[in-house]
Nanobody
Framework: QVQLVESGGGLVQAGGSLRLSCAAS????????MAWFRQAPGKERELVAA????????EYGDSVKGRFTVSRDNAKKVVYLQMDSLKPEDTAVYFC?????????????????WGQGTQVTVSS
């Protein structure tokens, strides 16, 4: 099992940047694919970014391509989400997710382990 704790959320003006971190417990972090999802009020949870076990493969939601960057440090057991050029529509609770199964990375049901979420609010 793995436990996930997100940090780094907050309030930022449009056009600004934030970096989210997700720290994982356990000794087998490198065997988990990782992802960031977000959920805004009244909306479904959506993929923001996913990253492969080695970090060599990444996938992004269409609305964040070119603005967000996902990375991981397997030695530190941390996955990051660098968010630049933030827009008010990026406002949501951001969740870190992990799983070891060979399932599509973009689907929330592919992940068994979730953090508690961190709020990101972008003001206009």
């Amino acid at each position: 099992q793995v436990q996930l704790v997100e940090s780094g959320g907050g309030l930022v003006q449009a056009g600004g940047s934030l970096r989210l971190s997700c720290a994982a417990s356990g000794s087998t972090f490198s065997t988990y694919k990782m992802a960031w999802f977000r959920q805004a009020p009244g909306k479904e949870r959506e993929l923001v970014a996913a990253i492969s076990r080695s970090g060599g493969g990444t996938e992004y939601g269409d609305s964040v391509k070119g603005r967000f960057t996902v990375s991981r440090d397997n030695a530190k057991k941390v996955v990051y989400l660098q968010m630049d050029s933030l827009k008010p529509e990026d406002t949501a609770v951001y969740f870190c997710a992990a799983d070891r199964r060979l399932l599509p990375s973009s689907v929330s049901s592919s992940y068994n382990y979730w953090g508690q979420g961190t709020q990101v609010t972008v003001s206009s």
